[in-house]
């Protein structure tokens, strides 16, 4: 079985900023209320820091997301498209509660107490050890996780009519569950403009949703890439109603984009 390839997001510390670039890297109830904190968490010393490592709670359901698809995938090369459509409806089962883990760690994760050397971890803790995603950090790994999902559904659009149904049920999955994440996000109130970002001589920076979300939109912008693909690459093996509905999806995914601009625009090189 070929491996299914995750995106992992790390943060750099550079010249005082926080910059994010993209990885690739092999994979094996009723949501709480918005806290009320300014949403700010300690993260990473300076220097660059590797693929984070998400909290056991969120990290289990992106792994058995990552598990599903690949077999979801293997399935369809097999030539069971019946399988293929239940390993990626149990991938869309897992990043629902992906989403709802990440929410809930959002919610009890208060914001730590810096020490007075000003150092701490991807979880707020200072010292060695293992240390965890911030609740930011983990957030960007769920919209990586629902991009790796998504770009898996748009590679098996047009293979066998009778999975085609189900890749675009699992697109208005994702869709609605991108939509709630977003709102959950934007009502974390944004933290004051010194919140404790430091240059890359060890001291702490502060991660926050305002610097992660400026990440996101690239991921969309490769999901409509890969949509725009299977439009254009299985034409011919695409229903009528199916190419509508990648459209439609194409249409919905760039109206994210806007909105995630507009409420987290761009960091400039030196914030």
Do not use: C
């Not at 097999?78 to 959002?106: C, H, Q, V």
């Not at 969309?220 to 299985?234: C, F, S, Y």
């Not at 999806?249 to 960091?267: E, F, G, H, M, S």
Request: proline share 11%; aromatic share 4%.
């Amino acid at each position: 079985m070929p491996t299914h390839l995750r995106i992992a997001v790390a943060a750099l510390v550079v010249g005082g900023a926080v910059a994010f670039g993209i990885t690739v890297i092999p994979s094996g109830g009723a949501e709480p209320d918005p806290p009320s904190s300014t949403g700010t968490w300690a993260s990473a010393s300076g220097g660059a820091a590797g693929p984070p490592t998400y909290p056991g709670v969120v990290a289990v359901q992106f792994d058995r997301a990552q598990a599903a698809v690949g077999r979801g995938e293997a399935a369809a090369d097999e030539r069971n498209p019946a399988k293929a459509a239940a390993e990626m409806n149990a991938a869309i089962l897992r990043m629902r509660r992906a989403w709802s883990a990440t929410s809930w760690l959002i919610a009890v994760t208060p914001p730590p107490a810096v020490p007075p050397d000003g150092r701490a971890g991807a979880g707020g803790a200072g010292g060695g050890g293992i240390t965890y995603a911030a609740p930011p950090e983990t957030g960007l790994g769920f919209f990586g996780l629902q991009h790796d999902i998504s770009v898996a559904v748009a590679g098996l659009l047009g293979n066998y009519p009778t999975l085609d149904p189900t890749l675009v049920t699992d697109m208005a999955a994702i869709a609605r569950v991108r939509d709630r994440a977003i709102t959950r996000i934007a009502a974390i109130p944004s933290p004051p403009p010194a919140s404790g970002r430091a240059g890359a001589g060890g001291a702490a920076v502060a991660s926050t949703f305002d610097s992660v979300m400026p990440s996101v939109p690239p991921l969309l912008d490769d999901e409509i890439q890969a949509l725009k693909g299977a439009l254009a690459l299985r034409a011919g093996s695409l229903s009528s109603p199916t190419k509508a509905v990648i459209r439609a999806a194409i249409a919905t995914d760039q109206k994210v984009q806007a909105r995630i601009n507009t409420r987290w625009p761009p960091l400039a090189p030196n914030d």
